[in-house]
């Protein structure tokens, strides 16, 4: 299948009919007291409601109208800048979620891994860009699978020639073809290709393989780059590189009939996707170009380190500021006050089993005493200072108003660890209404 930019609708299949209508399992956590599989089209009717103590705590919770926010901010601003979008789905590894930003309009689906891949292709994704190396027998075989169904896009990333080789003789023994990105990288950073030896080496080793190997752009993550001059830079090297390329007629072989498949060039986490938008968005190579950009976290984005860096955006971005709106925090943890065993402390029954710890520890939100109208904002002074597996300490203050069985929601920072902790995770509607809910295969 051809890596052009047509209608993103034409992106999403129907799912394959063993996933047209999964079932919510009564075993995984977070959900409630039911007694047998239930498919997901039935959530809703069952009436379920966070407040009510209809779902079993702790849970992980998404709130729908804050993930349609967000998609329609992201999705403006990509359009903005005339680039294409292809979120990175480690985030969430949900495809109920991958379908929203497909039909929302992004071009394509990220994937880290050949299982990542695998699973976004059986719930109806047709063009990936894997932003990693494909190694290994196994993931190229359940890659070459995958192509074996003509409507399927895919590209993968080359740093090496060691690697270049090993693709190249797998899928020619195969008899395939398979679509790969030149990766450049730091000095200092990740993986990618760093001098113009190591480059000659991968393009030389490319020439190798003529049949099996094409070789479809250029990619980057300036992720692993603190400093914003620094990236500019960096983004600034990807172009020229681009551009030579196309000069020196690397990418002759994109060329089907009498339509040239256009270029990739796509970089952008989700901390520095305004500057690679502004850096790549106006490059001619003198070929069809697609700028593809990578974001992940937006979709529910956080209060912690994804927070800081929209702030940051918002601040030097002038399509950002011209939008006059900002990412919402879309995901929350509630959990049961289970225990006030001392002044000053509360024990909260939510662990490291439940979130993402690395980027600091989940900040209370709303305190709700099941009965009560609605919930109100945690005191200032309320935040946990630790977490054990199941357990989280709460730092409270004599008199506090705090009770055994109150429930407390927690707002967090880096939502790809807080994800990778849920099997499925309840849709909110502002009522606190269970409207649907998304399974995650991590």
Known sequence: ?????????????????????????????????????????????HNWNLLREDL????????????????????????????????????????K???????????????????????????????????????????????????????FAFCCLVDSADGVDQLGAFFQARKQQLHVLLELGPDGGRTGIRNPQQQEAVLAALARWPESLVLAGVEVYEGVLKEEADIRGFLQHAVACAKQLAKDGRFAARTAGSAAQPVIL??????????????????????????????????????????????????????????????LPALQLWAYVQSIPETGKAIIALGKRDAAFDAGLPLPAAHYRPGSPAPTATPAHWQLTGMMDQHAYLQITEGDN??????????????????????????????????????TFF
């Open 1 to 45: 299948m051809n890596f052009d930019g047509g209608d993103s609708m034409t992106n999403v299949i129907n799912y394959h009919s063993d996933y047209q209508n999964p079932l919510i399992d009564p075993l995984n956590k977070g959900l409630g007291a039911f007694q047998q599989a239930l498919p997901a089209a039935e959530v809703k009717a």
């Open 402 to 439: 705090i009770k055994v069985g109150d429930m407390i929601g927690f707002d967090i920072s880096h939502p790809c660890l807080t994800f990778d902790k849920w099997r499925q995770i309840a849709v909110l509607d502002p009522r606190h209404q269970v409207v649907d809910v998304i399974q």
């Open 56 to 95: 079993s705590l702790p849970t992980a919770v998404l709130y729908e109208e804050r993930m349609t926010h967000n998609l329609q901010w992201m999705q403006q601003f990509v359009t903005e800048y005339g680039v294409k979008l292809a979120p990175h789905g480690k985030t969430t590894m949900a495809p």
């Open 266 to 327: 796509t970089g952008a986490g989700s901390a520095w996707y305004d500057v690679v938008a502004e850096e790549f968005a106006k490059t001619d190579i003198g070929l069809p170009l697609d700028v593809v950009l990578r974001p992940g976290c937006y979709l529910t984005h956080d209060v912690g380190i994804y927070r800081a860096a929209q702030a940051q955006i918002q601040t030097r971005n002038p399509i950002a500021r011209k939008m006059r709106t900002e990412l």
């Open 97 to 151: 979620l991958f379908a929203r930003q497909l039909a929302g309009g992004a071009w394509g689906i990220t994937l880290a891994t050949a299982h990542q891949t695998r699973v976004a292709r059986q719930h109806g994704v047709q063009r990936v860009i894997m932003a990693n190396q494909l190694v290994g027998k196994q993931n190229m075989a359940i890659i070459s699978d995958l192509l074996a169904d003509p409507s």
